[in-house]
């Protein structure tokens, strides 16, 4: 007979430092979430992401998914600021950044210090974003390190993405009873 994989769930505290989780979300049991972390409503926190509010500060708005791996974290007394209906693609690492409404952030990307992702804007797979980058509303950012490409998020691809950000939204009132360990 096989094993059961262990299930557990860490949203903890870190000293006076205590998550907030919104109404409709889920959050992975291979998920960490723990001290200074406050995530809206409806929002999808997959497995073996990490959410690192021990001695910074982060905040996620609604409706966002963060998928599996991201590691999100801040700076000592500084916040991690992650808008709503976000995408933050499997393996993303968000750190100390400010990631605005609408935001596509794709696999394995790295968003690093005091960088500023906009509304709609998009980081490709792969991409670095360094510290005090920015990533203008509507535009596309890709490389090592990241560069702007001269096309601009267009409606079809907002239409297309707002489906998918529609299926992780699904995905968080779906899990609750569909999870079975």
Not at 80 to 85: Q, R, S, V, Y
Not at 93 to 105: G, Q, Y
Not at 126 to 150: F, K
Request: charged share 25%; proline share 4%; glycine share 12%.
């Amino acid at each position: 007979q096989a094993a059961r994989p262990e299930t557990r769930l860490t949203v903890a505290r870190f000293e006076d430092r205590v998550p907030r989780i919104g109404r409709g979300t889920w959050v992975h049991p291979s998920a960490d979430v723990f001290g200074a972390v406050e995530i809206g409503e409806n929002c999808w926190i997959g497995p073996g992401a990490r959410l690192r509010g021990d001695y910074g500060r982060i905040v996620i708005g609604s409706h966002t998914s963060v998928e599996d791996n991201c590691v999100i974290h801040a700076r000592p007394g500084e916040q991690t600021t992650i808008g709503d209906w976000v995408t933050l693609g499997h393996g993303a690492i968000v750190h100390n950044a400010t990631v605005r409404d609408w935001a596509v952030l794709g696999m394995g990307c790295i968003v690093s210090d005091w960088a500023t992702i906009g509304v709609w804007a998009v980081v490709g797979e792969g991409a670095v974003v360094r510290q005090r980058g920015e990533v203008p509303d509507d535009r596309i950012a890709v490389g090592v390190p990241a560069r702007l490409l001269e096309k601009q998020v267009g409606d079809n691809y907002k239409a297309e993405w707002i489906r998918f950000k529609e299926i992780y939204v699904d995905l968080a009132r779906r899990y609750p009873e569909g999870w079975k360990a």
